[in-house]
């Protein structure tokens, strides 16, 4: 299990901002469709549309922002974006016809995404030698507040009313909010001088570029869990439906146990792209299982998917510490936050084509699909290696180890 609490002062600070943001964003996460479908009764094609909108708004603003931040200063950018996205989300109870809730889940959305991009610099600076098992630590501590927060959209949902999901979406609001004002106690940190050359570097840096799109490929898994394996369940298998939580539980544990522990091990990128092609073959594995559960009794259908769950979680550990060491170790650090804003795009259009890749794959094809997908991710693990090293041997690298050096030298 993760320690329940970092060592440093900002580390805390950090954990603290992040556990309160993730329970506002698991009420979200669980009944945020549902109030614009049921409470603000908006055409569910048209919260589809406007959601798609949203996702190109935020992958636009990601590197933008995470420039802002490496430039002007991390901790202000970064509680910039949290008060938006707060003020966006407070904006949901206006929302009473289609284009106010695009402008709405723009606003959030773009918040969301510039948010990650601005807090990279603040992993980076106070997440101490091995910034990228700090980054592992808080993912877990994700988990832990989108849970909770999951627990309160229960209820929402239960309850059904206006008024329910009214105060679910100003308590998302509130949330936010806290996260931005805890960041008040969290020392401000120096930007580091920028070197001369171009000032958009990570948009030239094709080898990062190639492992963003393999790191987004690899991301389509997250939505098996989300999306595939819940649709199968119901329409394929004979397994009961109260099993869809029983999975993302079981996911969710793990996770929360041992997300630190897969990250200690790599420790490298190198060991990074050997973590993504372990990764791929835990998801190619976990895909053949769940086509397995579909014409079998209920019981050994639950059995198997319970197990590809677990497999595939494991794989989930190893993608997630990969892509922590490589964004982090391969980005120079007076561009931390452009460098990790880029990382993020593959995540976004993971986000945005993922969902429907899956069920066009995996419900409507079939069985045969879930190989599909299997074969697609071991496909991007193994050329996760290959991708790995001609990134290290990018001139881009020679900054980061120059400028590395320059911190670390003693003033005379």
């Not at 992958?59 to 420039?67: D, F, I, P, T, Y």
């Not at 804003?341 to 969902?355: D, I, N, S, Y």
Request: proline fraction near 6%; aromatic fraction near 8%; hydrophobic fraction near 55%.
């Amino acid at each position: 299990m993760p320690r329940l609490m970092p060592d440093s002062g900002p580390q805390r600070v950090l954990a603290a901002s992040n556990f309160v943001y993730t329970v506002g964003s698991g009420l979200y996460l669980t009944a945020g469709v549902l109030y614009f479908t049921q409470a603000v009764h908006l055409p569910a094609d048209e919260v589809g549309v406007g959601l798609g909108i949203a996702g190109l708004v935020a992958l636009a603003l990601g590197v933008a922002v995470g420039h802002l931040a490496d430039r002007h200063g991390a901790r202000g950018v970064y509680a910039a974006t949290l008060m938006t996205q707060a003020l966006a989300t407070a904006g949901f109870v206006l929302v009473d016809s289609f284009w106010p809730f695009v402008l709405a889940v723009c606003a959030a959305a773009g918040a969301k995404a510039a948010g990650i991009a601005a807090r990279s610099p603040l992993i980076r600076h106070y997440g101490g030698d091995r910034p990228q098992e700090f980054r592992a630590y808080l993912r877990a501590v994700t988990n832990v507040g989108i849970s909770l927060g999951a627990v309160g959209a229960g209820w929402v949902v239960q309850a059904g009313t206006l008024n329910a999901y009214q105060l679910m979406v100003v308590g998302n609001a509130v949330a936010f909010a806290v996260s931005a004002a805890l960041l008040v106690f969290l020392p401000p940190i120096a930007t580091v001088p920028t070197p001369g050359g171009p000032r958009w570097i990570a948009l030239r840096d094709r080898p990062y570029l190639l492992l963003t799109a393999l790191d987004g490929i690899m991301a389509i898994q997250f939505k098996v869990l989300t999306v595939a394996i819940p649709l199968w369940l119901v329409g394929a298998t004979t397994a009961p439906h109260w099993l869809i939580s029983g999975t993302m539980l079981t996911g969710t544990v793990i996770v929360v146990a041992f997300q630190v522990r897969a990250s200690r091990n790599v420790d490298s990128p190198t060991s990074g792209g050997n973590a993504y092609r372990r990764a791929g073959i835990a998801f190619l594995i976990s895909c053949s299982i769940i086509s397995l559960s579909a014409g079998i009794p209920a019981w050994a259908a639950a059995t198997l998917l319970i197990i590809a769950v677990v497999i595939h979680t494991v794989g989930e550990l190893w993608h997630s510490a990969a892509g922590f060491e490589v964004s982090f170790a391969l980005a120079p650090p007076h561009a931390t936050g452009q460098y990790l804003g880029v990382f993020g795009l593959g995540a976004g259009l993971a986000e945005a084509v993922g969902p429907g890749l899956l069920i066009a794959l995996c419900i409507t094809w079939g069985r045969p699909g879930w190989y599909v997908v299997g074969a697609l991710f071991v496909l991007t693990g193994l050329a996760a290696p290959l991708a790995v090293r001609r990134a290290q041997s990018h001139p881009n690298r020679g900054q980061t180890r120059a400028v590395e050096a320059t911190e670390k030298t003693p003033a005379a």
